[in-house]
């Protein structure tokens, strides 16, 4: 099971199986999906464009999940700058590594422990 994340040549240990990670991960993505979803409908207007002051305000939104889940100081070693695009496809590489490790999970203990 790979419990390597890495992003921008910098690699953090992330277990979906975790017990803190476990607490955490559903309930800071929720959060972190409703901020920006708040963000978007009372301070951009729906189909409006993102100014720089709103990129950069929906980034700190998702570096705030990304540090919680990877560790502080994790978002410094993997951005520069302020990139929404690249934050955007961190989270969801991410979020596709939680998912394929509780897959793999669930696959090998349907096997019974001492398969």
Not at 3 to 19: C, I, M, V
Not at 78 to 97: C, I, N, P, S
Request: one cysteine or more; hydrophobic letters at 40%; a negative charge.
């Amino acid at each position: 099971m790979n419990k390597t994340f890495q992003w921008n040549g910098e690699k953090f240990y992330f277990s979906a199986l975790e017990a803190e990670t476990t607490r955490k991960f559903i309930p800071e993505a929720t959060k972190t999906a409703k901020a920006l979803e708040d963000y978007e409908k009372d301070v951009v207007g729906v189909g409006n464009l993102l100014s720089a002051d709103d990129i950069i305000a929906e980034c700190k939104i998702i570096d705030a999940f990304l540090d919680t889940i990877l560790g502080e100081g994790a978002v410094e070693k993997m951005f520069k700058g302020y990139d929404l695009g690249e934050r955007v496809a961190a989270t969801q590489k991410l979020t596709h590594l939680n998912n394929a490790q509780v897959k793999e999970y669930g696959e090998t203990a349907s096997k019974g422990l001492f398969a």
